[in-house]
Nanobody, 127 residues
Framework: QVELVELGGGVVQAGGSLRLSCAAT????????MAWFRQSPGKEREFVAR????????DYADFVEGRFAISRDNAKNMLNLQMNNLKPENTAVYYC????????????????????WGKGTLVTVSS
């Protein structure tokens, strides 16, 4: 069992920045590919970004538009998402997920690929 806890959510004005973190409670963090998802009320949870076990593969959803950066520190069992130039439409609960399976080139990571979820952290971007 992998327990994940997201940190860093909050309220920020449009154009501002937030740094989200996801802390794992076990020292098996590096065996998992990791991903960030987001979800708004009444909507499906959707992919934001993913990073492979040692950072060799990084991919983002199109809406990121170069504004976010995913990273990880396996020695600290930490996953991060630096979010810059935030927009009101980025408002959502952001979740980190651990993926045991391998990423495939050209194949998107979906919620069904996630083995463990954090409880989420709310990001609110005001106009």
């Amino acid at each position: 069992q992998v327990e994940l806890v997201e940190l860093g959510g909050g309220v920020v004005q449009a154009g501002g920045s937030l740094r989200l973190s996801c802390a794992a409670t076990r020292r098996t963090f590096s065996i998992y590919n990791m991903a960030w998802f987001r979800q708004s009320p009444g909507k499906e949870r959707e992919f934001v970004a993913r990073i492979s076990r040692y950072g060799g593969t990084i991919d983002y959803a199109d809406f990121v538009e170069g504004r976010f950066a995913i990273s990880r520190d396996n020695a600290k069992n930490m996953l991060n998402l630096q979010m810059n130039n935030l927009k009101p439409e980025n408002t959502a609960v952001y979740y980190c997920g651990a993926v045991a399976g391998n990423f495939e080139e050209g194949v998107v990571t979906t919620t069904k690929n996630v083995n463990y979820w954090g409880k989420g952290t709310l990001v609110t971007v005001s106009s």
